[in-house]
């Protein structure tokens, strides 16, 4: 039995009406979907979250400061790979800005059929890439947090309960059995108790 494939959701932003016509020609004979089509990046963010496109294109002479800084809360707020075809001249320092603000892939020669499904395919390996070392690197600061968490608190317990550091740390872990929570979270909660003490002291 055949299984069919989704096809890709592509919110298209494009403000020269004959132009965009051609993008979605060339999009939709690739096999990908526009759901949407949009005249400017204006309440693009929101957008992006009510519809929830797999892929966000825009298409414009250049990027300016407002669809550079919707562009970064967009990639901050609603992630999703952003491909940029530029129509107008581009210098490398518009180019850089884009790609800081969360541009998957800058295409600065116009838009032609047979390349839409190569540079689409790069862009959301890209983001998908950048979206990955994005949650490592939030995974070892919140890692790297819990242990100072954790070492405030033991460093706590062992002052007010006279223990050494041994029994101080397996004091937190039953602790965290017991309520079936991360070590750093009964941390913080025992930082919190001892500083509420201390407040009232």
């Excluded at 004979?29 to 929830?52: M, P, W």
Aim: glycine share 4%.
């Amino acid at each position: 039995m055949a299984t069919s494939i989704t096809p890709v959701r592509v919110m298209l932003v494009d403000n020269e009406p004959d132009r965009a016509q051609l993008v979605r020609d060339a999009l939709e004979s690739q096999g990908y979907k526009v759901i949407c089509q949009r005249d400017n990046t204006l309440g693009l963010v929101a957008a992006v979250a009510s519809q929830q496109p797999d892929l966000v294109i825009i298409d414009m002479d250049s990027p300016d400061r407002d669809t550079l800084d919707t562009m970064a809360a967009m990639s901050e707020h609603a992630p999703r790979p952003i491909v940029f075809f530029a129509s107008g001249q581009s210098d490398s320092e518009t180019i850089q800005n884009a790609v800081r603000a969360g541009v998957s892939a800058y295409i600065v020669d116009g838009l032609e059929q047979h390349r839409v499904k190569p540079i689409i395919d790069v862009a959301i390996a890209r983001f998908q890439s950048f979206q990955a070392l994005r949650h490592e690197l939030l995974e070892t600061r919140t890692a790297l947090d819990e242990r100072k968490q954790v070492e405030q608190a033991k460093g706590l317990i062992m002052k007010h309960q006279g223990c050494d550091e041994e029994e101080a740390f397996r004091t937190l872990r039953k602790l965290a059995m017991d309520r079936s929570q991360r070590l750093g979270q009964v941390a913080d909660d025992v930082i919190g108790i001892f500083s509420g003490r201390r407040n009232h002291d």
